[in-house]
């Protein structure tokens, strides 16, 4: 486009970048990431050290080498019994469904505690979702803390940048970069030019500040914060036609695994929400309970941990990238059933984030499809990883720098792979949801300022 129609439509990227305020906007941007930063620390250090106690060290307290077939069911039936008030009493209802996608408007502060409590209630003890969601929330909501309610009032544009910075910096380590989250709110924005651009750029360095906190923090406490990454993951080679062969029906199976369980979860959230708060309480407890029963049943079916398909699925996941012979295709098939049911429940009832599940879930299937002649499991992997989060975030550039973070130096060679896979599951996902009612939001995507 011609330089004089850029300037007639609006002020140019130059113009943007120098004004005065938004040199403060920057500043300011940079400034949240710290405390936001250390409130997601201290958040994602006592759901992990949470999530310890619960599923290894009071099993081996009352005499068992891990987690027997039955822990799940009083696990759920608490996280049920926890979350039930919280969602119907308190100010947010705890952050928003799951299956609404991980993002919506703006999280208020006042609205914080409750997704906080709500998170803690849900994820330490099983429930099969991410912390991605309540993270965004979090960060949102104390960003908006430097504003005061007068002026965001007044300033929707102002609320919406500072809450997507605040999202950023709470969630760019636990995805693994920075990059991560800023990749994620540019395609999430659909925005244009100098706004693209000014939006990204508060976002970008509130999560590079934050990282850098948030990781030389965790190096100074020792304590562990859980982000999802793969320490290990298979060798991989340049793809052959084989991979092909079978990558690309695998990513639009897998799409469609995907988009079932978010169907069901919309099902599951129309049971759950539209009803009285006594009955909506009883049913969010329910629910709970049927996610518990699908983690015992994995466990009774392979004589494995139930702690493998709890939670949201980032220590299994490494567990299977680094030692795929230790997984039989039986019990690969168990988890993404049992895995899969459960989260789709999760997804309409209870708190929580949809990504990290559905990775485990993609790779499971992928990994359980990696002998077939031609195939292999460093190929499966990767397939496996992109697809699963294109279809379940509908964000497909995202999708492909997130797996590709995951795989680390595998990641050059795979990288034909990833890419098809990508566009394989994303445009099968999309045709499967048909076009949203007017009005509606894409389920999956994601809104810039932040979880709500």
Do not use: N
């Not at 500043?27 to 106690?53: M, R, T």
């Not at 099983?126 to 960003?143: D, K, N, Q, R, Y």
């Not at 965790?218 to 990558?247: K, M, N, Q």
């Amino acid at each position: 486009m011609p330089a004089t129609s850029q300037q007639s439509s609006g002020p140019t990227l130059r113009e943007v970048l120098l004004h005065k305020g938004y040199l403060r906007l920057l500043l300011v941007s940079a400034l949240i990431g710290i405390p936001v930063s250390l409130a997601a620390f201290g958040f994602v250090s006592l759901e992990h050290e949470l999530q310890q106690w619960v599923w290894e060290s009071l099993p081996e307290t009352a005499g068992y080498h891990q987690a027997p077939w039955w822990w799940p069911l009083p696990a759920l039936l608490l996280a049920g019994l926890l979350l039930a008030p919280i969602v119907t009493r308190m100010p947010g209802h705890g952050g928003h469904v799951p299956v609404d996608g991980f993002g919506g408007p703006p999280t208020l502060p006042v609205d914080v505690p409750g997704v906080v409590l709500a998170a803690l209630a849900c994820l330490p003890l099983g429930v099969v979702l991410g912390p991605e969601s309540p993270l965004m929330a979090l960060g949102c909501g104390l960003a908006l803390l430097a504003v005061r309610s007068a002026k965001r009032a007044e300033q929707p544009q102002l609320v919406a940048v500072l809450g997507t910075a605040g999202s950023a910096a709470a969630i760019s380590t636990i995805f693994g970069s920075p990059l991560v989250a800023a990749v994620m709110l540019i395609e999430a924005a659909g925005l244009g030019g100098p706004r693209l651009i000014a939006l990204i750029l508060p976002s970008l360095l509130s999560g590079g500040v934050g990282a850098l906190v948030f990781t030389g923090f965790g190096h100074w406490t020792g304590l562990s914060i859980g982000a999802l990454s793969l320490p290990s993951v298979p060798r991989s080679g340049v793809p052959d036609p084989g991979d092909f062969l079978w990558g690309v029906p695998l990513a639009a199976a897998i799409a469609v695994v995907c988009v079932a369980g978010q169907t069901l979860g919309r099902g599951v959230k129309a049971f759950v929400t539209t009803a009285t708060a006594r009955q909506t309480a009883l049913r969010t407890v329910l629910c709970a309970v049927a996610v518990g029963c699908c983690l015992a049943a994995y466990a009774l079916i392979t004589g494995r941990s139930p702690e493998q398909v709890a939670l949201s699925g980032q220590a299994t996941l490494g567990a299977l990238a680094a030692d795929p012979a230790d997984w039989p295709v039986g019990a690969l098939l168990a988890l993404a059933l049992c895995k899969g049911l459960g989260w789709s429940i999760a997804l309409g009832s209870l708190r929580g984030g949809p990504i990290f599940p559905a990775l485990l879930l993609g790779a499971a299937l992928s990994m359980a499809c990696a002998p077939l002649p031609g195939f292999g499991t460093a190929p499966a992997l990767a397939v496996g990883l992109a697809a699963a989060g294109a279809a379940v975030t509908g964000l497909p550039v995202t999708s492909t720098v997130l797996a590709a973070a995951l795989l680390g130096g595998q990641a050059a060679d795979s990288m034909p792979l990833l890419i098809v896979s990508t566009v394989v599951a994303f445009v099968t996902a999309e045709s499967l949801r048909g076009r949203p009612k007017r009005g509606a939001a894409p389920v999956g995507r994601t809104e810039p300022a932040g979880a709500g």
